[in-house]
């Protein structure tokens, strides 16, 4: 089975301070995402990778960025958390091409205090 | 700009009665259309998707409806029973890889 982990179940955070989400796969898939889920907003797309080094912005980027400086591994960076980034995080990969099922991760609750 | 729209938010059915939960989107170069469901405390998980050659797929209880003309698409959930209840989300693939999900549905199935 796919397996997508993600470094943190909770977390909390101060304001202002610089917040890392790690995740990773072990299925070689080429294609990562972050979504946030928020009630009544669903899952947004923050940032998405199709390769190593390679990204782009979702429907929502500000106040975040990503580093994937390996296949298996997509980071979140939080630059300067605020209290509007509370929220549970959700990892996502996927097989780029055909077979484009995306795996969940089993999410990371961040609050920010 | 790239959105998928999804309706209703809520929806209650009784037992063994079917529900059926709407999407749009709107980008008509997507070909890719994925259903996940998530149980309460869950990660989300696939349960049924369709290409955008084909008009309609059946799993069982479950099936998925697309009309690429009118760029929307239907899950159907026939003879619902507890396990149903959940968070539905409808996605789409924008561009290459843009995996982008709707609002979803709360499905509560009424003993």
């Known amino acids: 089975d796919v397996k997508v982990t993600q470094s943190s179940r909770y977390l909390v955070k101060r304001t202002g301070e610089k917040v890392f989400l790690e995740c990773v796969q072990d299925?070689?898939?080429?294609?990562m995402f972050w979504y946030r889920q928020d009630p009544g907003l669903g899952l947004r797309l923050i940032y998405f990778?199709?390769?190593?080094?390679?990204?782009e912005k979702g429907d929502i980027p500000e106040g975040y960025s990503v580093s994937r400086e390996k296949k298996e591994r997509f980071s979140l960076i939080l630059e300067s958390a605020s209290t509007n980034q509370t929220s549970m995080y959700l990892c996502?990969?996927?097989?780029?091409?055909?077979?484009?099922?995306?795996?969940f991760g089993q999410g990371t609750r961040l609050t920010v205090v | 700009g790239e959105n998928v729209e999804q309706h209703p938010s809520t929806l209650s059915v009784q037992e063994g009665d079917s529900a059926v939960i709407k999407c749009t989107y709107s980008?008509?170069?997507?070909?890719?259309f994925p259903w996940y469901k998530q149980e309460l405390g869950k990660r989300p998980q696939l349960i049924i998707d369709?290409?955008?050659?084909?008009g309609e797929k059946k799993d069982q209880r479950i099936a998925v409806t697309l009309n690429k003309t009118a760029k929307h698409f239907s899950l159907h959930i026939t003879e619902t029973q507890p396990e149903d209840s959940a968070v539905y989300f409808c996605?789409?693939?924008?561009?290459?890889?843009?995996?982008?999900f709707g609002t979803g549905t709360r499905l509560t199935i009424i003993p």
């Open positions: 299925m070689d898939h080429e294609n």
């Open positions: 996605a789409a693939i924008f561009g290459n890889e843009k995996l982008t």
């Open positions: 996502a990969s996927s097989l780029g091409g055909v077979g484009r099922r995306a795996f």
């Open positions: 369709i290409r955008s050659n084909v």
């Open positions: 980008d008509s170069a997507s070909n890719y």
């Open positions: 990778s199709y390769d190593v080094k390679m990204k």
